[in-house]
């Protein structure tokens, strides 16, 4: 993880991103992240751009537990 900048949260990934191969490692680092199922993580917006949102779809994540699991 990069850090966060405002309220946004900067991600590094080390998958090159073809085949959306980098778009696949996002969802499994945040899956395991937050402890979540990879069904339970998509990126709604931004699917082949540097931005994106990501929604996680999961009764047990809050926003308070996503920011205490991205940032210590």
């Known amino acids: ?29 945040t899956a395991e992240i937050l402890d979540v199922p990879k069904t339970s993580v998509q990126i ?3 699917q082949s ?3 994106k949102i990501v929604e996680v ?5 809050t926003v308070e537990l996503a920011r205490r699991a991205f940032v210590p």
């Open 44 to 46: 709604t917006h931004g």
């Open 1 to 29: 993880m990069a850090g966060v900048q405002e309220d946004i949260l900067k991600i590094r990934l080390h998958a090159a991103p073809v085949d959306g191969k980098a778009n696949q490692a996002l969802i499994r680092y």
């Open 57 to 61: 779809r999961a009764s047990s994540v």
């Open 49 to 51: 751009s540097r931005r």
